[in-house]
């Protein structure tokens, strides 16, 4: 017998043959693929009782939806509405929905870091708390012994509640007057308010009471205010409500709106003014409120004898006609557009473009809010009301020593209240160019960045992270790895915002007064802290009258006893309304110098000296660049799908854009498809979008919904931080627009850009 | 000249017979016949104890009811095995002398630690699975899926796959689906199928377990 290699060939069919006759392959191949899903970085949710905390979610700018959050053993599973919580009645939006994603996701900054490469490389050294806050703490103290404290300026996601209170008490306290609020669209309408009302505050509309809103370009399903508010008020959510929209854009909210009235872009307070004048002309004004509670209607006289214009006077310029031609909308609908306004029990006029654009000027601003004045539905059912600033925040004023008092006589770095912008507050937009336009060292020393992600948001980004550049310290107290702290020097991250306490006053749009408070619903993740910790920590190694002006032990305990009398409700439900608000009635409302509504706003800077340019007026934008070269309008548009703000959209939100505003990495601008015809353009074609500011490739999108002449491109694409997952998806429409200071405000009047658009 | 059939020859002498070849074939053939069947399901499982040995009898007895411990929630979801709060309900003195009481007071209850129960019919996390929609939606037993575990003295042993680390329960203990298995039936995805099209008529859609 001779064994061979045919042998053992002929062993190995057999055992082959043999063990396909076994369970063996198959009972391995359903284990290995069992054990391919066992991974021990594969996510394996906990499994157990739900025990659900109320909090407010405070993610995107307008903030301020109440949240009942499902967490099993310590981790956060679900963000649900709160359904009694005054402001959102248990709707919330997709960008709410999807924070536990940001919670859990790899943008989160995990420890304080250092800057070890150049500005924007992204090489970061992990320092220590105590580090962080010595480092933060010598470059002011540095500064202070310089005599500088003026060039330290603080930008912040809000102005209200507690965190924004400490971060002003603590830069009044050191000696700047640099607080500045990030860009938002209800900067306008706020002055607006101001300057007619002589009141400040928040904006409440009364939209769940109102049966006629005329829209002047607000997106208001689209992410505008408080998102959430919104859609607990739409119509289809069981009430019947009047919505004309006015935008060139058959947005989502067109789309569910009554009625559409698609004007030429940036022609809004014409078509106010237009409307104004059918109001007066055939008399249906409110005779009761015109007569006795306002100012400036008619012409006047001051008390040097000076005539003057009024309102009524200044509206025989805008007879419909005209305003037909001006904003391209049939006279007839203008006139029956004024008759059905003016015939509603309570109608209101709103403005505000986009979700979180910060465009458009004091002069729409004040055209639109003459229309709630003429219908007298100011402070009443279904009207408009200030809300104001919240009253909790009454700490004692400090001491501040020489060096501060004289910092604080230091004009404005962004000019708001100096003699040049007297009324305005807050001018984040003007920063780049205050600090191009100072020889020598930077106006602004060092920047702490608390909010807003300035570097994202602000219009013309790439001329704004220049400017930047000059700045020699930028600290950045974000949560995550944003566009902003990505180019700072030091970051101190805050936690996320369900892992932290902060009070949430009255947010935009909201006509109650409330106090909503963010609770920690989960333990902090990562070595983060309190930006409110930072602060007193921060005023406590400065030491002297700063850090005699925090004499709180922490964030936590300053809360509570700013909040002491609000504190139990707010433990218990969640929230506090203040049932004593009621808005006052119109003999007491206003705090104008004439004590009444003003119709010409006394108190408006008016370099010319001119009546019309006190009162409002259409004065149509000078977009820049040669309409030659480009013959487009670029419009950016809100989207509820895309988070606009500050804060990007999560992976799970950016899966439900549709594949025709992003694909893969590629964006979609909308254009008419006449335009694109002309153009030369058909479906999906790549392109390059060309502005003033700079370019982008996208990609065509052919939509009969947009005005001839106009390219639309979604608000909040386009990341260059925040983590790969979300970084590279498109362009920032920011990038491409300019930025206009409208004369007096200084606000941004440019709503949109000119562009053009080439072959690619 | 002849070097090739030369060669020829001599690896024919050399070759070996058919038949010896035929043996290999067969000793092959039933040596991985025999490792397969009984070698390989012995080799796949080890043996494992529960923490404690725990009588569902005794509890039936005194509390009647499988969901006086295995409940569903308010909000729904079920609670499987009970955790320690719920049985300290009870168990938080000794009640009755049982050595194993002794042993779960002295070092779970008086330590505070979850028991580490082993889960027979533990299904992977890809897997959803609503015992609401079954019990309560179809009113169905808890002896149809889990078999006669109500009654039972004493936990039995826990058999673990090595690749897998679920129990063999899920598989069943005969490496063949066929016949009655052992303790209830098997829960691998095609005994679900088979159960759905049998009592509604499809075997339902993916996502309706892979969510």
């Known amino acids: 017998m001779k064994i061979d290699r045919r042998c053992f060939l002929s062993f190995v069919i057999g055992g082959a043959l043999g063990t396909a006759l076994t369970p063996v392959p198959w009972k391995l191949t359903d284990d290995i693929a069992i054990w391919t899903q066992n991974w021990p970085w594969t996510p394996v949710p906990e499994e157990g009782p739900s025990i659900y905390k109320k909090s407010v979610c405070t993610i995107c700018s307008g903030g301020g939806c109440g949240i009942n959050v499902r967490t099993i053993k310590g981790q956060a599973k679900k963000i649900e509405g709160q359904p009694d919580y005054p402001v959102n009645r248990g709707s919330i939006c997709p960008l709410g929905i999807s924070a536990t994603q940001h919670l859990y996701g790899p943008s989160r900054i995990q420890s304080p870091l250092k800057r070890a490469g150049k500005r924007g490389e992204g090489r970061w050294e992990k320092i220590s708390w105590d580090e962080a806050i010595s480092t933060v703490s010598e470059k002011l103290s540095a500064l202070r012994n310089q005599k500088k404290p003026h060039t330290v300026t603080c930008i912040a996601g809000s102005d209200r509640g507690t965190v924004a209170y400490l971060l002003e008490r603590f830069l009044t306290a050191y000696g700047s007057p640099n607080f500045i609020r990030a860009l938002s669209s209800f900067d306008a309408y706020e002055l607006a308010f101001s300057l007619t009302q002589g009141q400040q505050g928040t904006l409440g509309y009364d939209l769940a009471n109102s049966d006629f809103i005329v829209s002047f370009g607000a997106e208001l399903m689209d992410g505008w205010g408080t998102a959430g508010q919104m859609f607990s008020l739409y119509p289809g959510n069981g009430k019947k409500s009047n919505l004309v929209q006015v935008e060139p854009r058959l947005s989502d909210t067109a789309a569910m709106a009554n009625q559409w009235i698609a004007a030429k872009p940036g022609t809004e307070s014409a078509l106010a003014l237009g409307i104004a004048h059918v109001i007066v002309r055939d008399n249906l004004y409110n005779k009761n409120f015109i007569n006795n509670h306002c100012f400036g209607f008619e012409d006047w006289e001051d008390k040097n004898g000076k005539a003057h214009q009024g309102y009524r006077s200044l509206l025989r310029q805008y007879p419909p006609a005209k305003v037909a031609e001006t904003t391209g909308i049939d006279k007839g609908t203008i006139e029956s557009l004024a008759r059905g306004f003016a015939r509603a029990k309570r109608p209101v006029a709103i403005g505000g473009r986009g979700g979180h654009l910060a465009s458009g000027g004091l002069d729409e601003a004040l055209a639109v809010q003459a229309l709630n004045a003429l219908v007298g539905n100011i402070n009443q059912p279904g009207g408009v009301v200030v809300v104001p600033e919240p009253d909790y925040l009454s700490w004692s004023e400090m001491k501040t020593d020489k060096t501060a008092s004289e910092g604080l006589r230091q004009p404005r770095i962004d000019e708001a209240g100096t003699d040049k912008f007297p009324n305005t507050r807050f001018l984040l937009n003007r920063i780049p160019e205050a600090i191009n336009r100072a020889k020598g060292e930077s106006p602004i020393q060092a920047l702490l960045v608390t909010g807003g992600n300035p570097l994202y948001t602000m219009p013309n980004t790439e001329a704004a992270k220049k400017a930047f550049d000059k700045i020699p310290f930028i600290a950045s107290f974000s949560t995550y790895m944003d566009e902003t702290a990505q180019h700072a020097d030091i970051l101190l991250p805050n936690h996320h915002f369900l892992e932290r306490y902060e009070d949430v006053p009255t947010p935009a749009g909201t006509p109650t007064r409330v106090i909503g408070l963010t609770r920690p619903v989960v333990k902090p993740r990562f070595d983060t802290l309190h930006i409110g910790d930072v602060i007193i920590r921060i005023a406590g190694s400065l030491g002297g009258f700063i850090g005699q002006a925090f004499p709180w032990k922490n964030y936590q305990e300053f809360l509570k006893q700013t909040l002491s009398k609000q504190w139990e409700t707010l433990e218990k439900q969640g929230y506090w309304v203040d049932s004593e608000f009621i808005p006052p009635r119109w003999a007491r409302a206003f705090n104008t110098p004439s004590g009444k509504y003003e119709f010409y706003p006394q108190e408006r800077n008016n370099p010319s000296g001119k009546d019309t340019d006190a009162l409002p007026g259409f004065r149509p934008a000078d977009l820049p660049g040669n309409p030659d070269k480009m013959p487009l309008t670029l419009l950016p548009y809100s989207s509820i799908r895309i988070a606009g703000g500050a804060v990007a959209n999560p992976p799970f939100m950016t899966k439900t854009v549709d594949a025709d505003v992003i694909r893969n990495n590629d964006i979609f601008v909308e254009l008419n498809p006449g335009t694109a015809k002309k153009l030369g353009f058909s479906e999906g074609d790549a392109a390059i979008l060309k502005t003033p500011a700079g370019e982008a490739r996208v990609r065509i999108h052919l939509f009969e919904g947009l005005m001839p002449g106009l390219v639309a491109m979604p608000t909040g694409l386009g990341r260059n931080a925040f983590s790969s997952y979300i970084a590279g998806k498109g362009a920032n429409v920011n990038a491409l627009l300019a930025d206009i200071a409208e004369p007096g405000s200084g606000l941004n009047k440019a709503w949109a850009s000119r562009a053009s658009l080439v072959k690619a | ?211």
Request: aromatic letters at 10%.
């Open chain 2, 1 to 211: 000249m002849s070097t090739q059939s030369d060669n020829q020859t001599a690896s024919a002498v050399n070759r070996s017979s058919g038949w010896v070849i035929f043996v290999f074939f067969l000793i092959g053939l039933i040596a991985s016949m025999i490792t397969g069947w009984t070698a390989f399901p012995k080799l796949l499982y080890s043996t494992k104890e529960q923490p404690i040995d725990f009588s569902h009898k005794v509890h039936i007895e005194q509390l009647g009811d499988c969901r006086a411990c295995h409940f569903f929630r308010d909000d729904g979801s079920f609670s499987g095995a009970p955790s320690l709060d719920e049985c300290k309900d009870c168990h938080m003195y000794p009640m009755t002398g049982n050595p194993n009481e002794q042993k779960f007071i002295e070092e779970y209850i008086e330590k505070d630690k979850e028991v580490p129960w082993l889960n027979y019919a533990e299904q992977p996390p890809c897997v959803f699975f609503s015992h609401a929609a079954h019990v309560k939606g179809s009113d169905m037993q808890c002896e149809t899926c889990h078999g006669d575990m109500g009654h039972s003295d004493s936990l039995r042993e826990y058999q673990e796959n090595r690749i897998t680390g679920y129990s063999r329960d899920i598989w069943g203990y005969s490496m063949l689906p066929i016949g009655e298995a052992e303790h209830g039936p098997r829960q691998k995805m095609n005994d679900c199928a088979a159960c759905h099209l049998k009592k509604t008529g499809s075997k339902g859609d993916c996502f309706q377990c892979h969510k």
